[in-house]
């Protein structure tokens, strides 16, 4: 799981890595980096002597970050639980996005979500299904077919035998092989304009002839903002939804943007991003709509939660 010397700079230098892991293992900006964060204390709370014992401090630190996210993803159905409508994850914008928004983190860095690398395996659509895997799935698959950790390493994570990691893997897998093949990137993002100009017409016609007549749309608001709590489900029902929200909206702007590395929709405000819209578009028309609406989730689009 890569090597790094024990020195400072070789140790900070794994923090990209780790949190490109650990967002992909949680599906949470805030969430992946308390767990490097807490990986570090304890690398740092390690006597000098064990420090100089362990070989690879990038494995090292790759395992621990594991191990963390692991019971973290097992607490989930718990806090879930008691969230407040849908959970969705943590959405994210491109880089060009996060230095218009001229962020920084609470330690003065760069934000996680700035070093994390835009990539299928971030989509949206990638990152629902990931929600649907169990917690042990999850980190064998990420590990594995998105890192290419061997699974004699990722065994050490699990505390199970490598050909069990394999078998979680494989079992991983197969909930993905049902996922549809998604549009070219400008097949997507032309339809994204489409929705976009429709939505701002208001036009429900336009919209139905753009949505899946099974299209679901699911949004987040955290209890914090005003959305419906439970999916809706239907082309025609989502237009209307659509059209009603943007009646009680006045005054919002609809952005193309990249949400998670592919073509979504922003509505904002002036200096205050309200909801961020990932689409799965797999044959030109939309089967699904996540709408990030929880103020908490929005941060690394600038303006929010102030």
Known sequence: MGTVGTGADGIAGERSQLINVAYRLLGSVTEAEDAVQDAYARWYGLPRSRQEEILSPGAWLTTVTSRICLDLLGSARARR???????????LPDRAEWEHAGGTGPSGRADPADQIVLDESVAMAFLVVLE????????????????????????????????ACKQLASSARRRLSDAPTPASAAGRADVVRQVKEAWETK???????????AAVMTADGGG??????????????????MVAMADKAPGIELLERSVNGTPGLVARR??????????????GRVTRI?????????????GEGQ
């Open 81 to 91: 639980e008691r969230y407040v409508g849908a959970w969705l994850p943590e959405p």
């Open 132 to 163: 649907s895997m169990t917690p042990a799935e999850r980190v064998a698959f990420v590990l594995h077919d998105v890192f290419r950790y061997p699974f004699a390493e990722i065994a050490a994570v699990l505390g199970r035998a490598p050909a």
């Open 203 to 213: 036009d429900i016609a336009a919209l139905v002839g753009l949505l899946d007549p």
């Open 224 to 241: 914090m903002v005003g959305t419906v709590l439970r999916p809706v489900a239907g082309g025609t029902r989502i237009a209307r939804y």
């Open 270 to 283: 002036p200096g205050l991003v309200m909801t961020v819209a990932s689409f799965d578009i797999p044959d």
């Open 290 to 302: 996540w709408a990030v609406r929880n103020p908490e989730k929005l941060r690394p689009w600038g």
